[in-house]
């Protein structure tokens, strides 16, 4: 068992959740089956979404396998918080339309990402 990583995976699934149902709202409320009809705010809504799916499953990833190495928990915790307050981040800012938790989120995401990176190839190298 992984616990920093099941920890950190089942709090991103709620937020995909969270965000998949924003998704579903505007849909509805836009009146809209696929794409984004045009829609300006259904849009922002979709990447916001998407925008989570791409970099949640490589951070996982990269954490269960720091994990798996043995490596230390505190840069597991380190990473895992950097990764979903980064998403939680850029997602608010997406969704509210404002650049400065947006690129907030994307500067922890980044460093959540480069941590595990980092540690994963000193591991290796050791």
């Known amino acids: 068992m992984l616990p920093i990583t099941s920890l950190t995976a089942a709090i991103a699934t709620l937020g995909l959740i969270v965000l998949s149902l924003i998704v579903s709202m505007g ?4 009146g ?8 300006a705010s259904l849009l922002l809504r ?8 791409e970099y949640v499953p490589i951070g996982l ?10 490596i230390s928990a505190t840069w597991l915790w380190a990473s895992s918080l950097l990764l979903l307050l980064g998403r939680l981040s850029h997602a608010v800012g997406v969704l509210s339309g404002s650049l400065p938790p ?4 994307m500067l922890m995401t980044y460093a959540s990402l480069l941590i595990g990176t980092g540690l994963l ?6």
């Not at 849909?27 to 836009?30: H, I, T, V």
């Not at 979709?46 to 799916?53: M, S, T, V």
């Open 27 to 30: 849909r509805g409320k836009a």
């Open 32 to 39: 809209v089956n696929h794409g984004d009809g045009g829609n």
């Open 46 to 53: 979709i990447r916001a979404q998407g925008n989570f799916i």
């Open 61 to 70: 990833i990269v954490i269960g396998l720091c994990e798996m190495a043995g």
């Open 102 to 105: 947006r690129a907030a989120g």
């Open 121 to 126: 190839l000193a591991d290796y190298f050791a």
